[in-house]
Structures are given as C-alpha cells and as structure tokens.
C-alpha cells in the first residue's frame, strides 16, 4: 500500500495568516490526492480532489497544488472556522490511503 | 442534500463479530459507490472496502478474510461486517459515498460511530 505522509502534525497560526501543509507519498501518485478538513466530532468534509479541484461550496482561500509524491494544501486569511484537522488521501492505487492529518491551531 | 447516518451497537467483545448499518437519505443509494472508512484512536484514517449498488464488493487485503459489506437498495443502507475482532479493530466507523468510481475520494461522509472492542 502507498504510504501518506503529512507535515507538520500540528501548526499553530493566526487569523489572517497563510499556511501550507505538506503531504508525501512513497510512490508517484500522478494527481490523484484529495483533501478533507475534519472538526472534532464532526464528519470529514471533502476541499478539494484531483490535487487542486476545489469541491463545490469551498472557499477560495483553500487551494491544492503539487503532482508525483509531493503535495500541498494553502490556506490564505485564514478564518477561524479553518482551525480544524486536516487530512490528504491517495486514490491512486488500491487500497487507497490516507495521512496521519495536520492539526491547525489557533496561536 | 447527501446524509449518512451510521448505527449499530458501540460495544462488541472480543472474538465477535461487530455489525454496522449506514441509512442514506437525501438522495438513492443506486449508482454510487459506498464504503467503509475507520480511524483507530491516534491513527490515520483507513479504507475498509466498498460496496456499489449491485452488490460488488472491494475490500482492503488488510481486512479481507473478514470482512463483508452488502447493500439493501429496497432501505436505501449498507452494511459492515466485521468478524474476529480484536482490541486493534476498536475505531471510529465512517460510513461514505465515493466521488467517482471505484477509486475516488470520499464525497459524504457519515457522523462516525465508536465501537470499542472488550476483552
């Protein structure tokens, strides 16, 4: 199975501020990542699949960039609703995967 | 709008067989591709398997030997069966509908229900 891996595990940052999260994959996964934001007890919520589609109703400070093993989530002006988990996924290959998340905090 | 709603008993012991239902509603079950998600506490999520609305099934090989996930399209749900359990099957069950076929990202998604295995 491809491995996910996501960096940092955790930021902390302010409103208004710009952050990128990282995730990485042991193998090329050509665009086929998405990325989900997950609030505590809440289901996760899909922002954006095919590396940089954002899903319908996302805002447009999220977007998604990268191709091969390597990938990024920016969040721009960041609100306060955006503290949350977020998560990227694999569908590359079976099974498809997912990363251990990145956990951003208000500072 | 899509909903999920994940029910079945939060509590299975050791050695049985944990039994899940995801009731879908706002829209019918035929034409999309449901699966299994699990997330054990501290851990990444992980795909448990698929079931589409004619019965084909895909399981993770992890969890192939005992898994099993069907679908009742005439009450628009599915279901989860999972036997043998252990303490490492204890996690949070998401039920979700694919975007896509039958490699996708995961469109909607369930509440999540704990199921926690007992010795």
């Known amino acids: 199975a491809i491995r996910i891996t996501q960096s940092p595990s955790s930021l902390s940052a302010s409103t208004g501020d710009r952050v990128t999260l990282t995730c990485r994959a042991s193998?090329?996964?050509?665009?086929?990542l998405a990325w989900y934001q997950q609030k505590p007890g809440r289901a996760p919520k899909l922002l954006i699949y095919?590396?940089?589609t954002l899903q319908t109703g996302v805002p447009s400070r999220f977007s998604g960039s990268g191709s091969g093993t390597d990938f990024t989530l920016a969040i721009s002006d960041l609100q306060s609703e955006d503290f949350a988990t977020y998560f990227c996924?694999?569908?590359?290959?079976?099974?498809?995967?997912f990363g251990q998340g990145t956990n951003v905090e208000i500072k | 709008q899509v909903q999920l709603q994940e029910s079945g008993p939060g509590l299975v012991k050791a050695s049985e067989t944990l039994s899940l239902t995801c009731a879908v509603s706002g829209g019918s079950i035929s034409t999309y591709y449901w699966s299994w998600i699990r997330q054990p506490p501290g851990k990444a999520l992980e795909w448990i398997g698929y079931?589409?609305?004619?019965?084909?099934?895909n399981y993770n090989p992890s969890l192939q030997s005992r898994v099993s996930i069907s679908v009742d399209t005439s009450k628009n749900q599915f279901s989860l069966r999972l036997t043998s359990v252990t303490a490492a099957d204890t996690a949070v069950y998401y039920c979700a509908r694919a975007l896509g076929g039958t490699l996708p990202s995961f469109e909607y998604w369930g509440q999540g229900t704990l199921v926690t295995v007992s010795s």
């Open positions: 095919s590396t940089s």
């Open positions: 193998q090329g996964i050509r665009s086929y």
């Open positions: 079931v589409y609305y004619s019965g084909t099934t």
């Open positions: 996924q694999q569908y590359y290959s079976y099974p498809p995967t």
